[in-house]
């Protein structure tokens, strides 16, 4: 390939892919702030080497985006960052009411937890996938997402059901 068509192939993934990854970014960092800098630094990584990832990008790209917020969040274990506003797209939820219960109560489990949800329930990869994502074992996902939908209901009673639901799934 040529730089300039590079380029024009790397600017077609980003226009093609952007909002489903930055929904993605959102999920983990639960910030739209946060989500565009780290959907920004993906991007900006990807581009680099672009043409050894050109093929198959977007996996590349997301496992940069759960990479980089690990990073991230080992680098600012003390701070969360709650979600005030919730994103404006449109919502599969038709609880209102839940959903943003579900939102408050999601920033605030810690950002490992944050990531294991995301990534075996939004993402929906197996627990080995998500392992081999995050760089830790296996059981610890099994762990780390079993404490998080316990914490989930802790925070917010109200969601019993939903997180059964997943447990069963």
């Given at each position: 390939?040529?730089?300039?068509?590079?380029?024009?192939?790397?600017?077609?993934?980003?226009?093609?892919?952007?909002?489903?990854?930055?929904?993605?970014?959102?999920?983990?960092?639960?910030?739209?702030?946060?989500?565009?800098?780290?959907?920004?630094?993906?991007?900006?990584?990807?581009?680099?080497?672009?043409?050894?990832?050109?093929?198959?990008?977007?996996?590349?790209?997301?496992?940069?985006?759960?990479?980089?917020?690990?990073?991230?969040?080992?680098?600012?274990?003390?701070?969360?960052?709650?979600?005030?506003?919730p994103p404006d797209r449109a919502q599969r939820y038709v609880d209102t009411d839940l959903r943003l219960t579900f939102e408050r109560a999601l920033s605030r489990l810690t950002?490992?937890?944050?990531?294991?949800?995301?990534?075996?329930?939004?993402?929906?990869?197996?627990?080995?996938?998500?392992?081999?994502?995050?760089?830790?074992?296996?059981?610890?996902?099994?762990?780390?997402?079993?404490?998080?939908?316990?914490?989930?209901?802790?925070?917010?009673?109200?969601?019993?059901?939903?997180?059964?639901?997943?447990?069963?799934?």
């Amino acid at each position: 390939m040529t730089v300039r068509n590079d380029l024009a192939s790397f600017d077609a993934f980003v226009q093609g892919r952007y909002s489903a990854l930055y929904r993605t970014a959102y999920a983990l960092t639960g910030s739209h702030h946060d989500a565009e800098d780290l959907l920004q630094t993906a991007l900006m990584k990807a581009a680099g080497v672009w043409g050894r990832v050109h093929e198959r990008p977007e996996p590349y790209v997301r496992r940069i985006m759960y990479h980089e917020n690990i990073s991230r969040w080992r680098r600012r274990r003390l701070r969360e960052d709650p979600v005030e506003v919730p994103p404006d797209r449109a919502q599969r939820y038709v609880d209102t009411d839940l959903r943003l219960t579900f939102e408050r109560a999601l920033s605030r489990l810690t950002p490992k937890q944050r990531t294991v949800l995301v990534l075996r329930f939004y993402e929906d990869l197996t627990e080995v996938q998500a392992a081999a994502v995050m760089g830790i074992r296996p059981g610890t996902v099994k762990s780390q997402t079993r404490h998080a939908l316990r914490r989930l209901v802790e925070l917010a009673p109200e969601l019993h059901s939903l997180v059964a639901e997943r447990v069963n799934a």
